[in-house]
């Protein structure tokens, strides 16, 4: 599988699932990162104004991005991860999204929660990348094992 294992990781979480997936399909791996980082106040989602609060509660909001370097002209399957942000995606990965050209390209989506589900991300999502099939793949919470992680992979019949 030629894919790309693209990640937004505030704090840790998803950037270790997501370097366990791209090991464990043989993938090349890019993290997407804000221009400006998110400090802890920043993640606050108990603050109605804090940074993430704000984004958040715009759907139109466009956190800019530190680099467009990632590359996905390179490859036809994307897994895309981030930490469930008030039960969808980050408005960054819409960022993200919006930068490149997705048309044609498949996007298995993955996440780390405190224990949501993947929601509605996947649409939240779609109308950053028109072009592109948008699947719901998975939450990677816990304790995870490499050979598993390639099972699912493979049974994506990508
Ligand atoms: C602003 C914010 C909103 C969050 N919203 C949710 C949520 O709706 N549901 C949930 O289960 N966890 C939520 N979480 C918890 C994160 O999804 C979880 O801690 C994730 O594993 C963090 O990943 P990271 O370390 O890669 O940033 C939220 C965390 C933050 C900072």
């Given at each position: 599988?030629?894919?790309?294992v693209a990640?937004f990781?505030?704090?840790g979480t998803?950037?270790k699932?997501?370097?366990?997936?791209?090991?464990?399909?043989?993938a090349d791996?890019?993290?997407?990162?804000?221009?400006v980082?998110?400090?802890?106040?920043?993640?606050?989602?108990?603050?109605?104004?804090?940074?993430?609060?704000?984004?958040?509660?715009?759907k139109?909001?466009?956190?800019?991005?530190?680099?467009?370097?990632a590359?996905?002209?390179d490859?036809?399957?994307i897994?895309?991860?981030f930490?469930?942000?008030?039960y969808?995606a980050p408005?960054?990965l819409n960022t993200?999204?919006e930068?490149?050209?997705?048309?044609g390209?498949?996007?298995v989506l993955f996440?780390t929660?405190?224990?949501s589900?993947?929601?509605?991300?996947a649409?939240?999502l779609?109308?950053s990348a028109?072009?592109?099939?948008?699947?719901?793949g998975?939450?990677?919470n816990g304790k995870?094992d490499?050979a598993?992680?390639?099972q699912?992979a493979e049974?994506l019949?990508?």
């Amino acid at each position: 599988m030629n894919a790309l294992v693209a990640c937004f990781s505030a704090t840790g979480t998803t950037a270790k699932a997501a370097k366990l997936l791209a090991e464990a399909v043989g993938a090349d791996l890019y993290e997407i990162r804000p221009a400006v980082p998110y400090t802890s106040a920043d993640l606050n989602w108990m603050n109605k104004s804090s940074r993430s609060s704000l984004e958040m509660q715009d759907k139109h909001s466009r956190p800019a991005l530190a680099d467009t370097n990632a590359p996905v002209a390179d490859h036809d399957v994307i897994f895309l991860g981030f930490p469930v942000w008030w039960y969808v995606a980050p408005t960054l990965l819409n960022t993200f999204l919006e930068a490149y050209d997705f048309t044609g390209k498949t996007i298995v989506l993955f996440a780390t929660s405190g224990g949501s589900g993947l929601g509605k991300a996947a649409q939240g999502l779609q109308v950053s990348a028109p072009g592109a099939r948008i699947l719901d793949g998975r939450l990677l919470n816990g304790k995870l094992d490499k050979a598993e992680l390639k099972q699912w992979a493979e049974s994506l019949g990508l």
